[in-house]
Each structure stands twice: as structure tokens, then as C-alpha cells.
């Protein structure tokens, strides 16, 4: 059973006025992603990668087609699809309101795991946020935010990792903090599904690429290939 399978998932968004041509975000979708691997989605702005993992973490209904993970249904068996899944989405999403550590805390509630502290520590230090955990969100650098975005994606500790472009705009530091700590996961028999503008990260990192247009898949083959 493979750990993602998007079968022949469309999205299409009516027209915002009379006469206008409706726009279709994405047209009969269809790959799978076995389990431990390493798979890249690349495509131009545009091209739908943002709008697949949306319906793939739930955020959006397809028009048509399935999107199973590890043969759960997303729409059908939501609540079992979402425990598998971390997500760490392109935009910056943070609560003001808490700590770095408290953030952690109440996110692991949300999926109902208990007593996390020792793999919130775990986390915290192998993201370079250790000396931040007592910090208001408020008071991070958006680097910051962004490595307490992707703790928040892991403290469940999913079967599959989603990075939607997760090193946009931020240091070589935390780039490479980032790729050492998702490769040690990844080698632990994590999935993880990368779409990135950097093709040399692609390259690097993932057994096979996926390569979106237009919301049409134009390729799928090993990375050598």
C-alpha cells in the first residue's frame, strides 16, 4: 500500500464573474508515493503543488478524484488520514498568544498525545530552537517561525512529512539544519513529500520527481533520470 495516492484529482474553480472561463487548478492528478520514500513535486508558480497538498491535508475538496493516505480517504477518513500526516505549510502561521514550547504542547493535543515533553526537547535542539523554547512567537525572526512551523508539523510524529516550499527565504543555516534533520527522519522510515523551487535540493534529496504544469503532471521519474 503506497503511503500517498492521488487518483485522478481535479480542481476547478467556477468563474468569478459572467462569461469569464472557469479556472482548473488542477486536471486529473494521478501518482503515487511509496512508503519511506524521499519524492519531490516541482513546477512553476502556479502550477498547482500548493493546491494538491491542500487537498491532501484537507483544505480544500477536489472536484473529482481520490486522495488516499496510507489507504485512508482524506474526505472520507479524515480524521485517520490527518493523524498520519504533518504539514508544513508555505505561508508563516503562528499564535501570538503562546510560547515556543507551549505551542509545541498544545499542538500534540490536538492529536491526543500525551506527556511529549522529551520528544518536544528533541525537537527544539535538533532545530536550533532550544534557546527559544520560553520565547512569545511574537519575539521570532521569521527563520525562527519557520523552524517552529515545521517542530509543529513533527510533534505527533507522523508517518508523512508534507514540506511545502520550507526553505523559501530562509538562511543556509537553517537550510541545512533542516535537510540534516528530515534525512535522519526520512532514513528512520518517515515519508516525506517535498515541493521546492530549488532544484539542487531536489536533486540531493529525493529518489523521484514529480513535475507539475499548469495543473497537469508532465513527469514522474527517478531523479538520475
Not at 508563516?92 to 500534540?108: A, G, Y
Not at 537553517?174 to 540534516?180: A, E, F, G, K, N
Request: proline residues 4%; charged residues 20%.
Amino acid at each position: 500500500m503506497p503511503a500517498l495516492s492521488f487518483q485522478s484529482v481535479s480542481k476547478i474553480y467556477p468563474a468569478k464573474q459572467a462569461g469569464a472561463a472557469a479556472f482548473k487548478a488542477l486536471d486529473q492528478v494521478s501518482f503515487d508515493v511509496e512508503e519511506g520514500e524521499f519524492f519531490g513535486l516541482l513546477g512553476p508558480n502556479g502550477a498547482g503543488k500548493t493546491t494538491l497538498i491542500s487537498t491532501l491535508a484537507g483544505l480544500s475538496r477536489p472536484t473529482s478524484g481520490r486522495v488516499l493516505v496510507h489507504g485512508h480517504d482524506v474526505q472520507t477518513d479524515y480524521a485517520a488520514a490527518r493523524r498520519l500526516l504533518g504539514v508544513v505549510p508555505q505561508e508563516l502561521v503562528f499564535d501570538p498568544f503562546f510560547t515556543v514550547r507551549e505551542s509545541l504542547r498544545i499542538q500534540s493535543g490536538y492529536f491526543g498525545v500525551k506527556k511529549n515533553d522529551a520528544w518536544i526537547d528533541e525537537l527544539l535542539d535538533s532545530l536550533g530552537l532550544a534557546d527559544k523554547a520560553g520565547a512569545n512567537m511574537r519575539q521570532l525572526s521569521g527563520g525562527m517561525k519557520r523552524r517552529v512551523l515545521v517542530a509543529q508539523a513533527l510533534v505527533h510524529k507522523p508517518r508523512v512529512i508534507v514540506l511545502d516550499e520550507p526553505t523559501a527565504g530562509v538562511d543556509v543555516e537553517l537550510r541545512q539544519t533542516l535537510w540534516q534533520f528530515i534525512a535522519k527522519l526520512n532514513k528512520q522510515g518517515h515519508t516525506v513529500l517535498l515541493t521546492t523551487h530549488y532544484l539542487e535540493e531536489a536533486e540531493a534529496l529525493c529518489g523521484r520527481i514529480a513535475m507539475l504544469k499548469r495543473g497537469q503532471l508532465l513527469a514522474l521519474e527517478r531523479t538520475s533520470d
